[in-house]
């Protein structure tokens, strides 16, 4: 019975690591892709020059930038990094974060 019992524990020994590893493991593509997009609509909706244009307009200059800005290359290099090195907490704080300084807070 006591043999039993410390296989049981074991085995949840094991299973709390690997939930705590994948919650707060490295991120995913996805999640990168997800969190660095959410800065850069931070950042790009602050920008001055989009108030003077029609909500469609907006947008299509929004979109316009953010194509822009993902094909340079320190946005790959930033989402190499990603995915090398953040973890899944911080992109979890990211995610929540109201303004760029906060989103960028998480990773300090």
Do not use: H
């Not at 609509?41 to 194509?67: V, W, Y």
């Not at 290099?77 to 807070?105: G, N």
Request: net charge positive; with cysteine.
């Amino acid at each position: 019975m006591l043999r039993i019992a410390m296989i049981v524990s074991r085995a949840l020994s094991t299973a709390s690591l690997a939930l705590l590893f994948a919650c707060n493991g490295k991120g995913t593509t996805a999640e990168c892709t997800q969190a660095l997009d959410k800065y850069l609509d931070m950042t790009i909706a602050g920008e001055a020059t989009l108030a003077d244009l029609s909500p469609e307009q907006e947008r299509a200059a929004r979109e316009m930038k953010k194509a822009l800005r993902k094909n340079e290359p320190s946005y790959r290099r930033v989402t190499e990094q990603c995915e090398s090195t953040v973890t899944k907490r911080e992109l979890r704080c990211a995610m929540k974060a109201p303004t760029p300084e906060t989103w960028q807070a998480c990773f300090d």
